[in-house]
Every structure is written in structure tokens, then in C-alpha cells.
């Protein structure tokens, strides 16, 4: 079964962001783009802690980052980054917590290997090693896998879009 990469992650989080927020001009905006693919990506940190911690980037994947626990806990720390961080986009804890868990129900629904929705009270072990040239390969040689989910999520987006101008111009 296929697995989402950064690149899809990204994708569904840039989706996610256009559906709830209606805001026609988030593409002009860089930095809104990096943090809204950073939010989609951040339950992934568990795989670059392994790494670091155990030399396997399974140690830890699938675990406490892909819950509901930390899609809450990390959705409201990044809904005030902004005040540590002006440059920071200003984002509700609705929002940001959607877009984490997009990530989480993403690789739920695309993928074989299960997560940990109800962390502490579920934990699971993915056991198969994975080192940093593993880690490397897939992020070089895979993401061009995502491609099917960057143009279904800009199809949506682009459907989205084109209702919404038509109903502000019944609107009128």
C-alpha cells in the first residue's frame, strides 16, 4: 500500500487549510505555505527521533506523534508560535490541530501499518529498521509517488475555489 511522503503530507495539509479558511491568498504568501507544510508534516518528527536517539527511524514512528494527543497538544502550541514568532502565520487551534491530523488520518487511510489514535492507551511497535540512507531513499526516490495526491488535492482546491466564486457572484 502506498504511503503519503512529505510532498503529500504537504498537499493534503494545503487542502485542508483551503477548505476551513476561504482565504484566496494564502498561495502569495511563502511563509503561510511553509508553516501549513511544516504542521502537515510535524508527526513525522517521531521518525528523525529514532534516528537520532536509536539509529532506527521506526523506533518511535506511529507512536505518541500520530495520536489525537498530539494532534491537540502540538495544534495549540503552534496556534501561538505567532507570539514568539511574528513572521509567524496567526492560525486558530482549530485550524492547526485539523491540519496535524490530516497527517495522522492520512497514513491511517494509506497505508497497511496502523497508528496510535488513542495514545497512551494503544501503543504500536512498526519493528522494521530503517536507517538514515533509508530514510534518504525514500524522501529522494518516493515522493515522486505523491504526485497522485498533489493533483487530487489541487483538483479540490481548484473545485473549491470555483464554488466559492460562484456563489460570491450570485451573491451580488
Do not use: E
Not at 86 to 110: E, G, T, W, Y
Amino acid at each position: 500500500m502506498y504511503m503519503p511522503l512529505p510532498l503529500g503530507h504537504a498537499a493534503i495539509g494545503l487542502t485542508v487549510y483551503d477548505l476551513y479558511s476561504g482565504n484566496d491568498s494564502y498561495f502569495k504568501r511563502i511563509s503561510l505555505i511553509l508553516f501549513v507544510s511544516i504542521l502537515a508534516n510535524l508527526p513525522d518528527i517521531d521518525t528523525v527521533l529514532g534516528l537520532l536517539l536509536q539509529g532506527d527511524g521506526n523506533a518511535l514512528h506511529r507512536g505518541v506523534t500520530h495520536s489525537i494527543f498530539f494532534s491537540v497538544f502540538a495544534g495549540y502550541c503552534c496556534s501561538k508560535i505567532w507570539n514568539l514568532w511574528s513572521k509567524a502565520p496567526r492560525l486558530s487551534f482549530q485550524l492547526c490541530f485539523f491540519i496535524i491530523f490530516s497527517h495522522v488520518v492520512s497514513d491511517f487511510l494509506f497505508t497497511k501499518y496502523p497508528v496510535c489514535f488513542f495514545w497512551p492507551f494503544d501503543n504500536i511497535v512498526l519493528g522494521d529498521a530503517s536507517s538514515w540512507s533509508d530514510f534518504a531513499n525514500t524522501l529522494i526516490f518516493k515522493s515522486i509517488d505523491d504526485l497522485i495526491i498533489i493533483s487530487v488535492c489541487l483538483l479540490i482546491i481548484l473545485t473549491n475555489r470555483m464554488i466559492r466564486t460562484f456563489f460570491s457572484i450570485t451573491k451580488i
